[in-house]
Every structure is written in structure tokens, then in C-alpha cells.
């Protein structure tokens, strides 16, 4: 449409609507181009239609999701009105497909080497040779092993797995790969793996490849260009570094603002309101309810794309009006902590295993730190290092085996249960998955009260009462209160959860990753509940993530855990700006910042 | 139609709900109409059916119609008593196995097999032998053979909700583990514990009949389903209708509760498929 393709082009989709049976658009008059090795950055939060977008690509309809109009090309041939039979043909050969859980993916019950031999067999008839398949995996740099292709996925790293996948959907040398937040769920170092893999595939094949991701982070390291969409409509298509440094649409710079960064560290604002599901999209922008520039035009007509600047297309009646925000620009925090005070929170050579069948592994190993009060503490590491078991023993879910956990200048008995009411009380916990820490059976207004009855004693009357006035502290309105879990988004469900914790007015706070499961925009919002509520109230908290931009712009100072110790810590400022281990470097270069944003695209 | 009635909103959930409706209305208040009396001989046994007898008479000449009025009562409330006892044991063994992560856990696993070991309706028959026929035998027997596979799944859903974050929010608020199985676990266990029990019920009533029909639990002349089919049987090419119509009733209890547990399943909206009720004779 705006942006003409090229005849070089390799992918071309013009126009494309879906919908559902009953009518309401999924998507709507999507339209991108790209060519032989580039890659497209498909960026939105979830509900957006980007990956409805990606799987037409691939001739894919979810079930109830129907072709309206519009056309898709793909390797100069079309994917519209082709039966089943001729779509296999396509898939696989002309564009293949890497899945978001590599683990769901892999038939558990198929070998490695034999999944791979499958592909080449559907689309070269007959010819499927093992040395083909340890090509295939060399590509993927898993070639070195002769016995790998005998192994089944559950054996494989969820990395591994990842790389078996990429190495099926590369192997009969499609021109056109859809990745599907390929690298979602998986831990900073073996991210930074699989990307380095598929921008070598890119050059390497000249494979042309469209990367969907609700991370801008990683998408302005490998994408040339982005496309953003917002309620299954292109909101703004430019160069990769265009989206980045000069958005021009509020939505998608209100996304850049939300994006934590380590390198450029500012305060973070979240998007206020939630994203407009299927079936409830307004007349005009669908943004214009959440957006601060929204006028009465907008809220009349749907804005059509446009460009605002050679090869800089926006779907905004506004563009020209409002003028570029101003970089909310912060440094590192660097409180010092006056030597006097003592620590609220001493935690002294802790030691945890986890019993796995006769033995027991160590999960934390010689682990030593302190919080001031009233200081927030990051503590850093990927996914078994042991962060979360320091975390659990504090709150008195997890039996240290040896080591000792001073809280307020009194030793803390290991078992939550054992401790008394006041220490219960005053150290509280949120978890990561805001999906199961809430009981789905009860009203929020009962998940809340229950601290409220049995930490601080209150009568029923007294505790319900005081419901609504938790609710509004993480700013969520009180007849929430008479909600179920359910009916709740994720970012407010973990905002209960919050609201659950302060009830007990606690003096501790221990954060397990939680906002690991949120949207960029949602996690910018509970980052900013919490940072205000720590002010607020003076409360210390233990913020355990993976995300060292979260740590920028939380916390005052970091601990960094690799296999179950503490390698480095220190300020924020010093240990992310001077990193003195090994680790913390290699964690820090492996981090995708937006200052990343592909180099001369 | 919200909330806890939804799965008649389904045609099997309706259909089967309207049959186990009428096949209990029947059972419990049948006898109120019923022609004659259950145990007075009306005519030349064995007779077709008439305008007298709608069904015909049985072998004793009494009427198969009134018989089957009065013949439900028995079989449906003492396989109800069993299915709700099994449940109060199997609920209780089932909890505290799958909150436990001590050795309470495999001791009471290991016991449970042992019943399971046991084919039920063997074990029935040593228990009445031992004890005599009653109608708390009965009761208890069945309970037993029962709470095994109740407190086996139980257990399982118990173990997958003992570890959500919610559960452990409870831990470290220091609640009892009473006050954490009552609050947080059991009220997220019981859609899957809900669609068992129909099936339960059912195999109740089907053991129950088995006894019945074998002579070891209920006794002439007390009118009874199972009894009746078992009386009547070696008759059945001369007053077909003595044998079927009390095994029309049992079958239909049988589908209804099963249509009804269908319903019910889907409206939850889990992939939970309950298992189809084992036979008697396994």
C-alpha cells in the first residue's frame, strides 16, 4: 500500500483482512513487503494479531478465523485459495515456521535426526540422507555431536530444542522463515545464542525472515525493519532504527518508553487503560482511548497509514501535530546507605538443595548479602541458578541446609509456620505467574482480606473495609473487589497479588520475577507501582528477575547468582556500568538493549 | 441459566439430568400410585400384560408394575449412603496423601493398592460371608471398594494445586494445613471430584444390584430391581417384561448419570474426560 514493494521482494502482503465467523476483524488491512535476506520485526502486545498475521504467511487460520480479503505472496507464489494439499507443498519448502515452545513442538516420541529427515522427505521425494540432516545441524552449530541425531527432545536443553527447530525449518532452504517469539522463555545467554544463529543463517542463506516478538529489545538487534500493530491494524512501518530513535506514533513510542534498559537507563511510564480485545474496537483509532494525544477526530474515522517520512508509514491523523516527547532521560541509582544503620535483612553463607530422588542437589551455595531498610535489592541469574530458592527460604518456603537468615537483628526460623505472627507479617511475598498466585475460586476481595484476618487480626467487618482502600493503593478500582481471578488481565491480577502483600503491611518485600509474565507496557506500570509504593511506604524489597533493564531502573543495588553462588555485587551503577566477573559480563553484552538496533540496516 | 446449572445447557447435560430425574422421582415416590400391593399375588403368574397389570405378573403371580414402583427405593439410597461415605473417606485419604510431602504420602498410597488389588466384588462377597447380610454391610462393603480410586484422584488434583503460588502464599502466611486444604485446595478440586461422583454413584448401583441379584444382599420377598431380574430371570420367554422392565430402570439410572456427568465436564470447560465406569464383572 504506502510502502510499494520492490520487485525484489520476497514476501508481499497487500491488504490482508481476517475474520471471525461472526464477523469481527482479527486483523485488518495489514500490508508489509520485505526482501531476500532481510528481516521483519513484527512487534505488538498480546491480542495485537501478530502472530494471526505471521501464520497467514504460512496459509495458516486458526479455527473460527476465516479469509476476508487481501493477498499474500510468498517466494513469487500465492498462499490464498489453495487446498490443504498444495499448502503442505508450500510449507516447509517455500516458508517455514519456528514455534514459541520448541518443547510443545518436537514430537517427544520422534529423534532428532529422524524429525529433520521427515521434512526432507515431504518436500525431495526420496531423497533424505543423514548427511543432509548433520548438515542441517551443522548449520545450527550442533554437528559436532555424531550421536545427536539419535537423541529425543526431552533429552535437548530447551536451547537445543530451539536450534532443532530452527535446523527443520532451514533445511530444505526455504526463502522465507516465520519465527515465532522463538527465543520467549528462554535465558539471556542461550537468547543471545540462537539470535547470533539465525542473523548467520540470514547471511549465510539470504533467508528473508519475519521475526514476531513482543520484545522491542530484541527486535531492534536483528530486525531491518518493524512493523508495529496495534488491535490487528499496522500502526507504523519503518526502518528498524527509525522505530526505535524517532517513533512516530504514540502507541509505539509510548511501547519505547515502556521498554526497561540498562545501557540508556530513564524512568519508565506504562501505557495507561488496556489493549481492546477482538470485537470491542472503537470507531476510530483504536488506540485513541489510551493515547494522551487523542483528539475528537480521532475518535471519529480509523486514521489511514500514511507516510510521515519516506519509507516511515504511521496510522495517525495526528503525526504531524505532536511533536517527538522528551527523552525522560535518568541515571543509575546510586544511594548510599549510611554505614550505621544496620540491615533489615541479613541473609549469612546460606546454603539450600533440592531433593531429587535419593539425592539432593545443591541449589544455592554459600550465598551472603544483606538489605538495608527501606533499599531495594536486585538479584540476578538465569533460570537454575538459584535465585528463586533464596527467595523461598526468606519467606520460609524453603528449608536452608545450613546458613543463617537474620531479619531485624532476630534469627528467622525456617519454617513459615513456626515464626511468629509479627515476622509473618512483616515479610511478604509476590510470585512470578500472576495466573496461579491468585486461588481462582475466590473473590479478590477474599484473596486480600485473608492476610488482613489472619496476620493483623482484623474482624471481618474491619478487613473488608479496608479492601477497598488496598485496592485503590495499586491503583485499581474497589469493585474489583467483587471480581473473580478470571475475569482479570494479567497486569491486574498482579497487581492483587501486590495489594494482597501490602495488606499485611509488611516491611520486606520479596519479588519473584513478577513481571516476567507481563507485556512490556504492563510491566512498565507494575515497575512503577512498585517504585512508588517503596517511597511511599519505605518498604525494602528483594527483587529477584533475569531482566537486567528491570534492574536499572528498580533497584539501588545487584547481586548477580550463577549455579547457586554470588559471582558479583554492588551498586547498580557499578556493577552494570564496571562489571567485574566474567559472568556479569558475559550476562550484560548478552542483554538486548534498544540500543542495539541492527547496525546499517 | 448461570453458574452451576450451566451444563444443562448442553443436549447431553439436559437429556441426561431430565432421565435421572424421572428414574429417581420414580424410585422414591412411585409406591404412592402403585395399583396394587408389591407382594399380593393379583392373578395366574406369569400372565401377559393386561389392563389390570400394565406390565403383566411375575412368577409368583404379583404385579410386575407395582414391583417396579415400589423397587427402586432400595438400590438408589443405599448406593447413595455408599457413594457419600467412600467420599467422606476417599476425600479425606485423598487430601492429606497429596498434601503430604512426608512419609504419610506413600503409607497411605501403599494401603489404598492393596484394597485396589482386590477384585470389588470379590471383596464384597468376603465381607458379607464374614459379617452377614445388612443393610450397613452393604453400605460399608461398597464404601469400601469405593474410596480407593476416589482418594487416588483426589490426591492427584490435590498434589497439582499443592504447589500453585497461592497455596504457597497460605504456607507463608503461616495458615494451618487444615485451614489451607478447606480454603485454597479443596474448592479447586472439586469440578474434577463433582464429575466423578456421578460415575461413582453408578457403580454403586450396579454393585449393589450384582449383590442383589446374587442372592447376598437384599432378600425376598422385599421388592427390588436387582431381585426381580434375578427371580424372574429363568422366566423370561413367558413374562418377558417381568426381567426387562427392572433392567430398563437400572440402565436408564445408569445413562442418565453418565449423560449428566458428560454435561457437566464440558460445561467446566477442562479436558477432564472421566473414565467410563468400570464393569461389574472385571
Known sequence: MSAIAPPSAVVRVDGLTLALHTGEPVVEDVSFSLGAGEILGLVGESGSGKTTTALALLGYTRPGVTWRSGTVEVGGEQVRERDERSLRSLRGRVVSYVPQDPGGALNPSLRVGDAILDVLRAHRSGEGSPELVHAALDRVELGGDAGFPRRYPHQLSGGQQQRVTIAMACVCEPPVAVLDEPTTGLDVLTQDRILFELDRLRNEQGMAMVYVSHDLAVVARMADRIVVMYAGRVVENAPAADVI????????????????????????????????????????????????????????????????????????????????????????????VAPETAPLLEVTELEARYRSGRSARPAVVDVSFAIPPGRCVALVGESGSGKTTVGRCIAGLHRPSSGSILFAGNWLIADAAARPLDVRRRIQIVFQNPFESLNPRHQVRSSIARPLRVLRRLSRRDADAAVGDLLERVRLPKRVAERFPVELSGGERQRVAIARALAAEPDLLICDEVTSALDVS????????????????????????HNLGVVACVADSVLVMDQGSLVESGPVAQVLEHPQHEYTRRLLSAAPTLADVAAGA | MTGRLRFLRSTSGALGAGIVVFVVLVALFGRYFAPHDPSAPIGVPLSDASSDAWLGTDFLGRDVFSRLLYGGRSVILIALAATLLAYAVGLGIGLMAGYSRSFVDPLLMRSVDVLLAFPPLLLLLILITGAGTSVAVLIIGVAIIQAPAISRIVRTATQ???????????????????????????????????????????????????????????????????????????????????????????????????????????????????????????
Open chain 1, 245 to 336: 530513535e524517532r517513533p512516530r506514533h504514540p502507541y509505539t513510542r509510548a511501547l519505547v518508553a515502556a521498554i526497561p534498559d540498562f545501557r540508556t537507563p530513564r524512568s519508565l511510564r506504562g501505557i495507561p487503560g488496556v489493549s481492546v480485545g477482538v470485537g470491542e474496537w472503537p470507531k476510530g483509532c483504536a488506540f485513541a482511548p489510551r493515547c494522551e494525544h487523542a483528539a475528537v477526530l480521532c475518535e471519529e474515522a480509523v486514521p489511514v497509514l500514511a507516510d510521515a517520512a519516506p519509507g516511515h508509514a504511521v496510522r495517525c491523523c495526528r503525526t504531524h501535530e505532536i511533536s517527538a516527547p522528551e527523552r525522560a532521560e535518568s541515571t543509575l541509582r546510586s544511594r548510599p
Open chain 1, 522 to 545: 504492563v510491566q512498565a506500570a507494575v515497575l512503577e507501582l512498585l517504585q512508588e509504593l517503596q517511597r511511599e511506604l519505605g518498604l525494602s524489597m528483594l527483587f529477584i528477575t
Open chain 2, 160 to 282: 497439582v494445586e499443592a504447589v500453585r503460588a497461592y497455596v504457597e502464599a497460605a504456607i507463608a502466611r503461616g495458615e494451618r494445613p487444615l485451614a489451607i486444604l478447606g480454603r485454597e485446595v479443596m474448592p479447586n478440586i472439586l469440578a474434577p471430584v463433582l464429575v466423578d461422583s456421578g460415575l461413582r454413584f453408578t457403580f454403586s448401583i450396579l454393585i449393589i444390584a450384582s449383590v442383589n441379584f446374587l442372592g447376598l444382599g437384599l432378600q425376598p420377598p422385599s421388592p427390588d430391581w436387582a431381585l426381580m431380574i434375578s427371580e424372574n430371570r429363568e422366566y423370561i420367554s413367558v413374562n418377558s417384561l417381568a426381567v426387562l422392565a427392572p433392567a430398563a430402570m437400572i440402565a436408564l439410572l445408569t445413562i442418565g448419570i453418565n449423560l449428566t456427568g458428560d454435561g457437566i465436564a464440558r460445561s467446566l470447560g477442562r479436558s477432564y474426560v472421566p473414565r467410563t465406569s468400570r464393569t461389574v464383572i472385571e
